[in-house]
């Protein structure tokens, strides 16, 4: 049986790229983003340890008409986030805003271990269409339960992904998981 085990950000790592909080509810075009929340001047305490993407608040489960709530989005650019956590986790679950007709969607992942890369499977990522609009999560099950965990959000150039709105990030401890699909 899986434990959550809390996680809190160690750092945030980022090559040139932007981190907004969505925090209005009309339709995401790019542009609506803001870093003056309240809750959230600077993204380190956005990223604490009470941190926004762990706080349990997922967003909408669907566009409401294209409508977001809080989400992080980051762009184009390649955005590494660094987990420490407070027992080793085998098991990473993203929560994300899924509309790949609009340019939002999943970017490439690689996992690692502040070094070499750890192989991971997907699951729930045979639900991800081009049709799809929606909060969507996947699963990142690692052959290893790591103390750490390094996750890179990679855009290549022919990519239809522009934008990653990430809403909810989990982790879980325990065995790892039997492979439900390829090994990526």
């Known amino acids: ?45 956005c990223f604490g ?8 608040d997922f967003g909408p489960m669907d566009s409401l008409n294209g409508q977001l709530g809080r989400f992080f989005a980051f762009n ?18 993203l929560y ?20 070499p890369i750890v192989p991971y499977f997907f699951s729930n990522n045979d639900e991800l269409t081009l049709t799809d609009s929606q909060l969507r999560t996947v699963a990142l099950h690692l052959n290893q339960s790591l103390p750490e965990v390094q996750i890179d959000f990679t855009f290549p150039v022919n990519s239809r992904i522009d934008w990653f709105l990430v809403s909810e990030v989990q982790s879980f401890n325990g065995s790892p998981v039997s492979a439900p699909m390829e090994d990526i």
Do not use: W
């Not at 184009?76 to 679950?93: D, G, I, Y």
């Open 1 to 45: 049986m899986m434990q959550e085990a809390r996680i809190f950000l160690g750092q945030v790592k980022r090559n040139d790229c932007k981190t907004y909080d969505v925090t209005n509810s009309s339709s995401f075009n790019g542009s609506n983003l803001t870093t003056t929340d309240p809750n959230c001047p600077t993204l380190n305490n």
């Open 76 to 93: 184009q650019n390649n955005s590494r986030l660094t987990f420490t956590v407070f027992s080793p986790v085998s098991t990473v679950e």
């Open 49 to 56: 340890n009470t941190t926004k993407l762990n706080d349990g």
């Open 96 to 115: 994300f805003f899924n509309s790949p007709a609009d340019g939002i969607g999943l970017p490439q992942l690689k996992v690692s271990n502040a070094g």
